[in-house]
């Protein structure tokens, strides 16, 4: 991970890359220092000189936390724990090799996790297997939409197990990674290797299971694992961003396996618990933060909590960058690309309503009439489709702006469209359109 960040979020060119980073070693990690072996006096050198920030950026990237660097050659001796640190402490020593080499973020723990009533019953579910591996509930399976706090949980799984169990096995990776690795081992003729791997751990975390959909081999090879280790009473946990059954091609005896234990699911969070996650978030990196802007922040950032933080990222930068106090109107003027009018403006049903007859060419009358032809109610289904979905409007006050309907009407057409969604990817693709143009992101 640390290389696909310098690699990609830090633009190193690929032949940069391969000539300079791609043979370093990691000799050993230390509690604040990270030692890298080179290959010869020259690299070592240039690398320390040129590529030094770069590396360090990447590894705070992934593991939260700013290290040092030392470059060494193949044969030199390590530096002794009192060159690296007085206060050199074995068991941090350990926790930090293990989350390197398990590809956990040091960040993401339960300390830090902020339980609300959108992720309540997934962050207990986590704890309890983060307690009793194998015991609790097996498999665990997470779902829930983007930037909502799972690859956190996840991750805090695998600390605490790392840090209260005697288990060390414990493997984290993104079905990504996965498919990757097993694409490698069948191109090296490695195989028996990535089975071996994958079937002897003790815990095993994959996030973001949907990508496998579709991807037989994956599929297939991703069925044996489970079963030996399930087997075996290893703990599985699996992340989505929908449950089980609404991962289309997927193969039926993974998705019934999926099902076996508990499936959890983290909502969207409430203003409380935004309020929560951005104040705690301001404790732990000792930031003193004015309460408006915390409720500012949290009354307009409400998709999801990657968000969230981010603008509050921005607020800091932005006081950083040009000398000012954090202000409610600092935040605004650092928010305002990200805060558009049109989000701070209500969305009412006749602005809804507007933009679809609009859509299909329509006047906003015809969708408020009686008239039952189908270009007509179509369109007017997607209108309390997006009425529910866009709007915290109840289904009764929906159906008297449409035209006095009944509140089973406004449901019945807008769980038509929620499910015809799934089938339909023109629908799907108005929809989108459709919401961009009324909510103006
Ligand atoms: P997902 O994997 O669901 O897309 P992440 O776990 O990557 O989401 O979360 C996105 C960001 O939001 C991370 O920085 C994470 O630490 C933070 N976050 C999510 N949920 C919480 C929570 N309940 N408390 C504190 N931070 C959270
Ligand atoms: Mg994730």
């Known amino acids: 991970d640390v290389q696909k960040v310098l690699r990609e979020d830090l633009d190193i060119s690929e032949i940069s890359y391969k000539t300079w980073l791609s043979s370093l070693v990691v000799a050993d990690i230390l509690e604040d220092t990270i030692v890298l072996e080179t290959d010869d006096e020259i690299s070592k050198g240039y690398i320390e000189r040129?590529?030094?920030?770069?590396?360090?950026?990447?590894?705070?990237?992934?593991?939260?936390?700013l290290f040092n660097l030392k470059f060494i050659l193949p044969n030199?001796?390590?530096?002794?724990?009192?060159?690296?640190?007085?206060?050199?402490?074995?068991?941090?020593?350990?926790?930090?090799?293990?989350?390197?080499?398990?590809?956990?973020?040091?960040?993401?723990?339960?300390?830090?996790f902020v339980v609300g009533n959108n992720n309540k019953l997934a962050h207990a579910a986590a704890l309890a297997v983060a307690e009793s591996p194998a015991e609790a509930y097996n498999p665990l399976f997470i779902y829930g939409g983007v930037g909502l706090g799972k690859t956190h949980l996840m991750h805090s799984i695998a600390h605490f197990i790392l840090e209260e169990n005697n288990i060390s096995k414990v493997l984290y990776?993104?079905?990504?990674?996965?498919?990757?690795?097993l694409i490698n081992s069948i191109r090296d003729d490695k195989n028996e290797e990535f089975r071996r791997k994958y079937r002897s751990i003790d815990v095993l975390l994959v996030d973001d299971i949907q990508f496998i959909a579709?991807?037989?081999?994956?599929?297939?090879?991703?069925?044996?694992?489970?079963?030996?280790?399930?087997?075996?009473?290893?703990?599985?946990?699996?992340?989505?961003?929908?449950?089980?059954k609404d991962i289309e091609t997927l193969e039926e005896r993974l998705r019934s396996r999926f099902e076996w234990g508990l499936t959890a699911d983290i909502q969207a969070p409430d203003y409380e618990t935004r309020m929560a996650i951005l104040t705690k978030k301001a404790e732990i990196e000792n930031l003193n933060i004015p309460n408006d802007?915390?409720?500012?922040?949290?009354?307009n950032i409400k998709s999801n909590i990657r968000e969230l933080e981010g603008a509050m990222n921005k607020i800091l930068a932005f006081s950083t960058l040009v000398h000012r106090e954090i202000t409610k109107e600092l935040?605004?003027?650092?928010?305002?690309?990200?805060?558009?009018?049109?989000?701070?403006?209500?969305?009412?049903?006749?602005?809804?309503?507007?933009?679809?007859?609009?859509?299909?060419?329509?006047?906003?009358?015809?969708?408020?009439?009686?008239?039952?032809?189908r270009e007509i109610a179509y369109p007017r289904q997607i209108v309390?489709?997006?009425?529910?979905?866009?709007?915290?409007?109840?289904?009764?006050n929906i159906g008297k702006t449409l035209g006095n309907?009944?509140?089973?009407?406004?449901?019945?057409?807008?769980?038509?469209?929620?499910?015809?969604?799934?089938?339909?990817?023109?629908?799907?693709?108005?929809?989108?359109?459709?919401?961009?143009?009324?909510?103006?992101k």
């Open 331 to 373: 935040a605004e003027d650092a928010l305002k690309d990200l805060i558009t009018p049109n989000e701070t403006k209500e969305i009412t049903i006749d602005f809804i309503t507007e933009v679809v007859a609009q859509h299909y060419g329509l006047n906003a009358d015809d969708i408020l009439s009686k008239k039952r032809t």
């Open 293 to 299: 802007v915390v409720q500012y922040v949290a009354s």
């Open 50 to 65: 040129k590529y030094s920030k770069p590396i360090q950026i990447a590894l705070k990237e992934v593991t939260g936390k």
């Open 405 to 440: 309907r009944d509140h089973t009407t406004i449901m019945h057409g807008s769980d038509k469209i929620s499910s015809e969604l799934k089938e339909d990817a023109g629908l799907k693709n108005s929809i989108e359109i459709l919401t961009k143009k009324i909510t103006g």
């Open 76 to 112: 030199e001796k390590l530096p002794s724990d009192g060159t690296s640190n007085a206060n050199h402490n074995k068991k941090n020593d350990t926790n930090d090799r293990n989350s390197i080499l398990n590809n956990l973020n040091s960040r993401y723990t339960f300390n830090t």
């Open 384 to 396: 309390m489709y997006l009425s529910r979905k866009l709007t915290d409007i109840s289904l009764q």
């Open 214 to 244: 579709g991807k037989e081999r994956t599929q297939e090879e991703f069925f044996h694992t489970f079963n030996t280790l399930y087997e075996a009473k290893k703990q599985i946990i699996i992340s989505s961003d929908r449950p089980p």
């Open 173 to 181: 990776v993104s079905s990504e990674k996965f498919t990757n690795e």
